[in-house]
């Protein structure tokens, strides 16, 4: 059973039967397939949205979808849909990459810069494919110690291993759990289509306001009614999202973290603009400004508390490595020697190619991949507490270290950032992929082959794609892709090229300040957990808009009152029909997008 500091538990480690097939012909052929589906339209959706929904379920459904509903290959199971899912997420979590692009661009755009950073086809393709794959080498020894010791939850990867089990297992238990998970998923769909999709209807046909349907569509910033303007709930993003999948993983995540980012939430958003209006930082009262500023302690606070965390398991991490070698390590496991061989030549790779294409000096690309290790751990322990991936935030870590280490340089900064925000989206997709190989019992050693099939994949299509996007709508303007990600990116290298003089007052001791704060909350955490909340969450909970957190913090309420009054109804249905509420929405997610590039529904 859960409780208020404990996420819910899904089932344990399975095991796969001896005579179903894993890394199968078809299994491959049918994950390329959708490899190339995912990654080909995604950068769409995250250069619309700003972040990238959920790709795992999607990728198990679309996988179920081609093997089963079109090629009717009637023994397809759960073991090799998991391989095309991992390859599906892998691609994506590639594909994601594409704001960085939109970020060069952007620069490339003000004259007064003096950037040109053009990049052919195969130069994004080589840079993608390195930093990628570089990202899920660095990952696999690290599967003993966030997957087996700290058993961290990576909801999605819950809800992708519940999909699958649901999409494959017969008899009653199974048939409740679909039932439990079909129910959920047809909620979130119907609820994101009047929510992002029929209002564009409407307006494609010019129906007024007036019609019936349009109550439907409820205003998301109107939950603070009266007091939302004194609190400048509009312009702070404070709200309510009316997001399914927000709540369903505030129901995996636990009540725990889902209330630490609920105070992350309201210390940015709530205490810290009016104070900072008053004190004349802020000019006006919005996300953009404030976020520049509050996204220095919120930074802080990831990293010390993922840091401290780290360095307080020191025996546990210790133990990890320490097996890497010894004949403990199952012959199910990506082999040691070749993660270590890998990363060697990957290394000598990314020196050559961020030289020959960015101008990069090797000593830079070297320093970056020793500081993406311990930024690419701190990401691994924020997903796995909040499933919330915090790639650009390690990136604009990055960002801050190189206006030190080159400064005014904004191709080196841009690049640095850039490269480490490929590996820690490697790292995060296999990680959360191992997580669900866990619980239905899948080889490591064939979802790690997947994934670094797919990032090829993910790559070509970001490299092919996004010019096409770019020339079609355009990036980061009031028209076409905004690109919101991509705008932070590009407007923090900005800043940092004119110094750290130019950041916002005060910012900087409030990381120092926060760095502090957040190391003490993880030593103490380990006597007095249940009273105190976790580092890593409020520092994401300060950096995601309210509107997002609300949802999970409802999603973590609801997830435990149903256990204190039926726990076990709770136990059966929580889980499949949270990963119903992730899976509905996030199809609906890719689908929408896609209608707006057929010009089924309008783009604006």
Excluded at 329 to 344: C, I, N, T
Excluded at 477 to 495: C, Y
């Amino acid at each position: 059973m859960s409780s208020p500091e404990m996420p819910v538990q899904a089932l344990p480690a399975a095991v796969k039967p001896a005579d179903r097939p894993e890394f199968s012909l078809r299994a491959v052929l049918s994950a390329c397939l959708v490899a190339t589906v995912i990654g080909g339209s995604y950068p769409y959706i995250v250069l619309k949205l700003g972040f990238g929904p959920n790709i795992s379920v999607v990728s198990a459904f679309f996988g179920y979808l081609l093997c089963v509903g079109v090629f009717r290959m009637k023994t397809f199971n759960r073991w090799e849909n998991n391989i095309v899912q991992t390859a599906g997420t892998s691609a994506g979590q590639t594909a994601f990459m594409c704001v960085l692009l939109a970020a060069f661009d952007m620069l490339n755009q003000n004259k007064l810069l003096g950037v040109h950073i053009q990049m052919s086809f195969w130069q994004v393709f080589a840079w993608l494919v390195v930093a990628g794959a570089m990202g899920v080498l660095m990952a696999v020894p690290m599967r003993k110690h966030f997957i087996d010791e700290e058993e961290l939850t990576y909801a999605d990867g819950v809800a992708a291993a519940e999909t699958l089990i649901v999409l494959d297992a017969g008899g009653e238990d199974a048939r409740r759990r679909a039932r439990a998970l079909t129910i959920g998923a047809l909620v979130a769909i119907v609820a994101t289509w009047f929510r992002d999709g029929w209002p564009r209807l409407l307006s494609k046909f010019h129906v007024g306001k007036d019609n019936l349907l349009h109550w439907f569509t409820i205003p998301e910033n109107s939950f603070f009614g009266a007091l939302g303007e004194k609190i400048h709930a509009a312009p702070l993003h404070l709200g309510l999202n009316w997001s399914l999948l927000s709540i369903g993983s505030g129901m995996l995540v636990g009540l725990r973290v889902n209330l630490s980012m609920g105070l992350g939430m309201v210390i940015s958003w709530l205490i810290v603009p009016p104070i900072l209006h008053a004190k004349g930082i802020l000019p006006d009262v919005t996300y953009g400004q404030t976020l520049r500023w509050v996204m220095w302690p919120a930074t802080g606070l990831m990293i010390s508390g993922g840091l401290t965390a780290l360095a307080l398991r020191w025996k546990l991490l210790l133990k990890t490595f320490s097996s890497l070698t010894a004949k403990s390590v199952s012959s199910e496991d990506f082999p040691m020697k070749w993660v270590g061989g890998g990363l060697a030549i990957l290394s000598v790779a990314l020196v050559i190619v961020q030289k020959v294409s960015l101008g990069m000096a090797p000593w830079q690309t070297l320093v970056a991949i020793l500081l993406s290790v311990p930024l690419m751990l701190v990401s691994l322990r924020v997903l796995g507490e909040t499933n919330w991936g915090p790639i650009s935030v390690m990136g604009n870590m990055m960002q801050a270290v190189f206006a030190l280490l080159a400064p005014g340089h904004i191709p080196a900064n841009m690049t640095a950032s850039g490269m480490t925000g490929s590996i820690a989206a490697g790292s995060e997709g296999l990680m959360q992929d191992y997580k669900t190989g866990k619980l239905i019992g899948s080889s490591n050693k064939f979802l790690t082959y997947a994934q670094l099939i797919a990032v090829p994949i993910g790559a070509a299509a970001v490299a092919l794609v996004y010019p096409v996007l770019a020339g079609k709508y355009g990036v980061g303007g009031e028209h076409g892709l905004s690109a919101p990600t991509a705008v932070k990116w590009a407007g923090f290298a900005e800043i940092l090229s004119k110094g750290f003089g130019a950041l916002p007052p005060g910012c900087l001791a409030a990381f120092l300040i926060a760095v502090t704060v957040g190391a003490l909350l993880t030593i103490f955490e380990q006597r007095f957990k249940k009273f105190l909340p976790s580092a890593s969450a409020v520092g994401l909970g300060m950096l995601l808009p309210g509107l997002a957190i609300l949802m999970m913090v409802i999603g973590g309420f609801i997830e435990y009152f149903w256990r204190r009054r039926n726990p076990k109804q709770a136990e059966e249905i929580i889980i499949p029909l949270s990963s119903g509420f992730i899976a509905g929405e996030a199809i609906l997610a890719v689908i929408i997008p896609i209608l707006m590039v057929l010009n089924l529904l309008p783009s604006d």
